[in-house]
């Protein structure tokens, strides 16, 4: 074989490796489904055990399915921190990506479903269309930080009911930043025990409408001239400012409870007091056990 041959079949090796490489890092950073998003659907339920949720004081869908990026330190941390609420305040939580639960008679097994950063087209138009009037007959919602990007467009219902508006994207360069975050509405059942601000890091996003103007009650917001809110890359700079900036609300949707919040991107996020408080006194609102369960305004009263 001449030098010319082994040289090419040495640099065909390499670009091999280096493209099976990129392709793993791509998986490992959870972007596969940015490159190779997916309209895939479960259609066979798993088996939920009969007496699940018997005697529970909440019974919780834990929901991370994701056909586009998967936040996989911040779902698993997010699983965990339900699973530890649960044995301290005797909830029933029962963790899925199986789309095939969005049935009307398996979801009235549930008070409360959370979307764990799930992302993506992930159900069927009927599996959809379930889960809307489950919530709109009584069910209760949170949505955290990726059930609040870009990749739900496809279900018009779900983006224009529960979240503000147009996603424009995250912070980029730096990916996360710390920044002061504000409690808006003191009275609200959700920020009970929280302290009036503290200092948080997260992948900030951004839309093209505030929660306010959309007509949520805001509960949190970021204070932009904390942080940089800027898309920045290969030469470019976009920026994201937005002004009133909220990052948590809560709605009624028909005689449900709706709530969402950005913050959730890194695992560490669960382990803060402030963060693991909102997320438990979420699920009792969203239950209807915290408080006041729904109404025009309860922000501010």
Same mark, same amino acid.
């Given at each position: 074989?001449?030098?010319?041959?082994?040289?090419?079949?040495?640099?065909?090796?390499?670009?091999?490796?280096?493209?099976?490489?990129?392709?793993v890092?791509?998986?490992?950073?959870?972007?596969?489904?940015?490159?190779?998003?997916?309209?895939a659907?479960?259609?066979?339920?798993?088996?939920?055990?009969?007496?699940?949720?018997?005697?529970?004081a909440?019974?919780?869908?834990?929901?991370?399915?994701?056909?586009?990026?998967?936040?996989?330190?911040?779902?698993?941390a997010?699983?965990?921190l339900f699973?530890?609420?649960?044995?301290?305040?005797?909830?029933?939580?029962?963790?899925?990506?199986?789309?095939?639960?969005?049935?009307?008679?398996?979801?009235?097994?549930?008070d409360?479903?959370v979307?764990?950063?799930?992302?993506g087209?992930f159900?069927?138009?009927e599996?959809?269309?379930?889960?809307?009037k489950?919530?709109?007959t009584?069910?209760?919602?949170?949505?955290?930080?990726?059930?609040?990007? +870009?990749?739900?467009? !496809?279900?018009?219902?779900?983006?224009? =009911?529960?979240?503000?508006?147009? @996603?424009?994207?995250? #912070?980029? %360069?730096?990916?996360?930043?710390?920044?002061?975050?504000?409690?808006?509405?003191?009275?609200h059942?959700?920020?009970?025990?929280?302290?009036?601000?503290?200092?948080h890091?997260?992948?900030?996003y951004?839309?093209?409408? +505030?929660?306010?103007? !959309?007509?949520f009650?805001?509960?949190? =917001?970021?204070?932009?001239?904390? @942080?940089?809110p800027? #898309?920045? %890359?290969?030469?470019?700079?976009?920026?994201?400012?937005?002004?009133?900036?909220?990052?948590?609300?809560?709605?009624?949707?028909?005689?449900?409870?709706?709530?969402?919040?950005?913050?959730?991107?890194?695992?560490?996020?669960?382990?803060?007091d402030?963060?693991?408080?909102?997320l438990?006194?979420?699920?009792?609102w969203a239950?209807?056990?915290?408080?006041?369960?729904?109404?025009?305004?309860?922000?501010?009263?």
């Open positions: 074989m001449s030098k010319a041959k082994k040289l090419a079949k040495v640099l065909g090796v390499v670009a091999l490796l280096w493209l099976l490489g990129s392709l890092f791509i998986w490992w950073i959870g972007a596969w489904g940015i490159l190779f998003p997916s309209d659907y479960d259609t066979i339920p798993p088996q939920i055990a009969s007496d699940f949720g018997e005697g529970a909440v019974r919780v869908l834990v929901f991370s399915k994701t056909n586009s990026f998967r936040h996989t330190e911040g779902i698993a997010a699983h965990a699973d530890r609420i649960a044995e301290r305040r005797n909830w029933a939580v029962y963790h899925s990506e199986n789309s095939a639960l969005f049935d009307a008679d398996l979801l009235e097994r549930f409360v479903v979307f764990a950063s799930a992302s087209n159900a069927s138009d599996q959809d269309l379930a889960f809307q489950w919530l709109e009584g069910g209760g919602w949170i949505g955290i930080h990726a059930a609040g990007d +870009g990749s739900h467009a !496809a279900w018009t219902w779900y983006a224009n =009911t529960l979240i503000s508006g147009e @996603y424009l994207g995250h #912070i980029l %360069g730096p990916q996360t930043q710390q920044a002061r975050v504000v409690v808006e509405a003191r009275n059942p959700v920020t009970r025990g929280l302290p009036t601000e503290f200092q890091e997260e992948e900030w951004s839309w093209d409408r +505030g929660a306010r103007e !959309a007509g009650d805001v509960l949190l =917001t970021v204070d932009e001239s904390s @942080y940089e800027w #898309i920045r %890359g290969m030469g470019q700079e976009k920026d994201i400012r937005m002004t009133d900036h909220p990052i948590v609300w809560s709605r009624c949707v028909g005689s449900g409870r709706a709530l969402y919040s950005a913050m959730g991107h890194w695992g560490a996020a669960y382990e803060t402030y963060y693991a408080r909102l438990e006194n979420a699920v009792e239950s209807g056990n915290g408080g006041e369960i729904c109404g025009p305004g309860i922000a501010a009263r």
